[in-house]
């Protein structure tokens, strides 16, 4: 067990040395109160008492059951002095800290996240050295009541939380500050039932009147009359007008405890709105590791379940982190390969033979007689893969995590991968397309490795028989995927690391196993 090195220190009327002995007399009295929680998470929460590391849930309590199901984030307030005990704990624990990509953080404040490997679901630590809030976005307020928090908690659920009153001060005061600007009205309306249902939750555990007297004690700026009057236009709903007027006259009468001037907090609140927009549009997260980020390729036969997981990879991985998922098997058109695209479905219409999957025959590859037309079509393919993968590493090596549906192989002749090898280039008498066949091996050369390869397997019974589900052009194909079969089971054997998993199992314990995975080597 980690100790601390300086023995008891006071914390107010709170003694270092007292606080696991205090949580172990606690705990026991609500030892019938515990509820569903993820095992990573009960883990944690014990390990802070364990160590004595001063910390509480610090606010949104009335939602702590989800919280300890992992659904919402875990907000904590851990003493100043306790730093690097607490890093200590989270390392520990299997946390990665993470970072703001567009640096959007606040002083104080960091993110963690760890896997419950039970479920692989992620818990995200959202911990605060320094209570900064007020408005939701540029939290322009530095409220020093830290140390007072953690001398008055209380256990929920088994978990060390506020006092009521003290949680139900905060509350007032967060609600206030969020209705001094117009895009701060609009975020803090979108919930009015929430947020009045958290009143009525905090208002049935505290006493009024302590936490008046607190919050005259704590900010005496804020009198009784004004907190009075704060808590009843919260209540009601509708009373918006009212909550913007009390909102600006509590930030008047706490602007002695702002962080940044008027003019850089109005420029600050601009710079995270826009941001907000961009990875709205872009449908990415703003989180990344502190250990940079990697890109991760789905590989394996047909039907094994390659986008399903993927999609499910990202959705999972992108709901804390910035995560982008691409599909290396169909990139996108650029701008020299735009026009000839749209002719493709044309193509395949007028020249059946000159299909993809047609070259894919045993015979034909063994022939090794190539169309000017495929060799064309090929050449531009491996371009727009080009730049697609070029984008992706630029992007891993910014920190996001990529998540490739399919990947090209560095054996010739496999899907996704270079199609012309040296017996193809002398068996062809024609110069431009030797040019165009030099060309394209010239751009697979190039094409940057997938830092983790997921290998996805299952036996051919399997993928047959969800290949003739699939509702597709053309029905189901199961000599297609005999053919693909010897293509694209098998990996390059250079790839720095690759995984195998089997597909054949339920849908949810194959996404499991991929998230360990990739958590794993993240």
């Given at each position: 067990m980690m100790r601390h090195e300086t023995g008891s220190v006071k914390v107010g009327n709170l003694d270092a040395s007292n606080w696991t002995r205090e949580a172990a007399s606690v705990q026991s009295d609500e030892a019938g109160l515990e509820v569903s929680s993820k095992e990573l998470i009960r883990r944690l929460f014990n390990s802070l008492e364990q160590n004595g590391i001063r910390h509480c849930h610090w606010k949104s309590n009335v939602r702590l059951e989800a919280t300890?199901?992992?659904?919402?984030?875990?907000?904590?307030?851990?003493?100043?002095?306790?730093?690097?005990?607490?890093?200590?704990?989270?390392?520990?624990?299997?946390?990665?800290?993470?970072?703001?990509?567009?640096?959007?953080?606040?002083?104080?404040?960091?993110?963690?996240?760890?896997?419950?490997?039970?479920?692989?679901?992620?818990?995200?630590?959202?911990?605060?050295?320094?209570?900064?809030?007020?408005?939701?976005?540029?939290?322009?307020?530095?409220?020093?009541?830290e140390r007072f928090l953690l001398e008055q908690t209380r256990y929920l659920?088994?978990?060390?939380?506020?006092?009521?009153?003290?949680?139900?001060?905060?509350?007032?005061?967060?609600?206030?500050?969020?209705?001094?600007?117009?895009?701060?009205?609009?975020?803090?309306?979108?919930?009015?039932r929430t947020v009045s249902k958290e009143l009525g939750w905090l208002r049935e555990a505290a006493n009024t009147e302590r936490a008046e007297a607190l919050c005259a004690a704590w900010f005496p700026s804020i009198d009784p009359p004004l907190f009075r009057q704060l808590l009843d236009a919260i209540a009601a709903e509708r009373a918006v007008v009212r909550r913007v007027v009390l909102g600006w006259r509590v930030a008047r009468r706490l602007r002695g405890l702002r962080r940044l001037s008027t003019m850089l907090g109005a420029v600050s609140r601009l710079w995270r709105v826009l941001s907000l927009l961009v990875r709205r549009f872009r449908r990415r997260g703003d989180l990344v590791l502190q250990t940079g980020g990697m890109i991760v390729a789905l590989v394996g036969p047909k039907a094994t379940g390659k986008s399903t997981i993927a999609h499910a990879l990202a959705t999972r991985l992108g709901g804390h982190l910035d995560v982008l998922p691409i599909h290396a098997g169909k990139p996108p058109a650029t701008a020299l390969t735009l026009l000839p695209r749209l002719l493709?479905?044309?193509?395949?219409?007028?020249?059946?033979?000159?299909?993809?999957?047609?070259?894919?025959?045993?015979?034909?590859?063994?022939?090794?007689?190539?169309?000017?037309?495929?060799?064309?079509?090929?050449?531009?393919?491996?371009?727009?893969?080009?730049?697609?993968?070029?984008?992706?590493?630029?992007?891993?090596s910014s920190g996001s995590v990529v998540i490739s549906d399919r990947y090209p192989s560095e054996s010739v002749g496999t899907i996704d991968s270079c199609c012309f090898d040296e017996a193809a280039l002398a068996n062809c008498s024609s110069p431009l397309k030797r040019w165009l066949m030099n060309r394209e091996r010239i751009l697979y050369k190039g094409f940057p490795k997938p830092d983790l390869l997921l290998c996805l397997e299952a036996p051919?019974?399997?993928?047959?028989?969800?290949?003739?589900?699939?509702?597709?052009?053309?029905?189901?194909?199961?000599?297609?995927?005999?053919?693909?079969?010897?293509?694209?089971?098998?990996?390059?054997?250079?790839?720095?690391?690759?995984?195998?998993i089997d597909t054949s199992r339920s849908l949810d314990e194959t996404l499991r196993t991929a998230v360990r995975a990739v958590w794993s080597a993240l």
């Amino acid at each position: 067990m980690m100790r601390h090195e300086t023995g008891s220190v006071k914390v107010g009327n709170l003694d270092a040395s007292n606080w696991t002995r205090e949580a172990a007399s606690v705990q026991s009295d609500e030892a019938g109160l515990e509820v569903s929680s993820k095992e990573l998470i009960r883990r944690l929460f014990n390990s802070l008492e364990q160590n004595g590391i001063r910390h509480c849930h610090w606010k949104s309590n009335v939602r702590l059951e989800a919280t300890l199901a992992a659904a919402e984030d875990i907000d904590l307030l851990v003493d100043q002095r306790d730093a690097r005990l607490f890093h200590a704990v989270l390392l520990e624990h299997g946390f990665k800290l993470t970072q703001s990509r567009s640096g959007l953080g606040h002083p104080g404040v960091f993110h963690a996240l760890g896997l419950d490997q039970a479920s692989a679901e992620m818990v995200h630590v959202h911990a605060y050295f320094q209570i900064v809030s007020g408005d939701s976005l540029v939290k322009n307020y530095r409220l020093p009541i830290e140390r007072f928090l953690l001398e008055q908690t209380r256990y929920l659920h088994g978990v060390r939380v506020p006092k009521a009153e003290a949680e139900l001060v905060l509350f007032a005061l967060r609600i206030a500050l969020k209705h001094t600007a117009p895009i701060e009205i609009l975020m803090a309306n979108r919930r009015d039932r929430t947020v009045s249902k958290e009143l009525g939750w905090l208002r049935e555990a505290a006493n009024t009147e302590r936490a008046e007297a607190l919050c005259a004690a704590w900010f005496p700026s804020i009198d009784p009359p004004l907190f009075r009057q704060l808590l009843d236009a919260i209540a009601a709903e509708r009373a918006v007008v009212r909550r913007v007027v009390l909102g600006w006259r509590v930030a008047r009468r706490l602007r002695g405890l702002r962080r940044l001037s008027t003019m850089l907090g109005a420029v600050s609140r601009l710079w995270r709105v826009l941001s907000l927009l961009v990875r709205r549009f872009r449908r990415r997260g703003d989180l990344v590791l502190q250990t940079g980020g990697m890109i991760v390729a789905l590989v394996g036969p047909k039907a094994t379940g390659k986008s399903t997981i993927a999609h499910a990879l990202a959705t999972r991985l992108g709901g804390h982190l910035d995560v982008l998922p691409i599909h290396a098997g169909k990139p996108p058109a650029t701008a020299l390969t735009l026009l000839p695209r749209l002719l493709v479905p044309a193509a395949r219409f007028l020249f059946s033979k000159e299909r993809a999957g047609e070259y894919q025959k045993p015979e034909r590859r063994r022939d090794k007689q190539y169309s000017l037309l495929y060799v064309l079509r090929m050449t531009l393919l491996a371009y727009d893969r080009r730049k697609l993968l070029g984008r992706s590493l630029r992007a891993a090596s910014s920190g996001s995590v990529v998540i490739s549906d399919r990947y090209p192989s560095e054996s010739v002749g496999t899907i996704d991968s270079c199609c012309f090898d040296e017996a193809a280039l002398a068996n062809c008498s024609s110069p431009l397309k030797r040019w165009l066949m030099n060309r394209e091996r010239i751009l697979y050369k190039g094409f940057p490795k997938p830092d983790l390869l997921l290998c996805l397997e299952a036996p051919i019974e399997t993928t047959i028989e969800r290949d003739a589900r699939r509702v597709k052009q053309g029905g189901p194909d199961a000599a297609a995927v005999r053919r693909r079969w010897e293509l694209e089971r098998r990996p390059d054997a250079s790839r720095s690391t690759a995984i195998r998993i089997d597909t054949s199992r339920s849908l949810d314990e194959t996404l499991r196993t991929a998230v360990r995975a990739v958590w794993s080597a993240l």
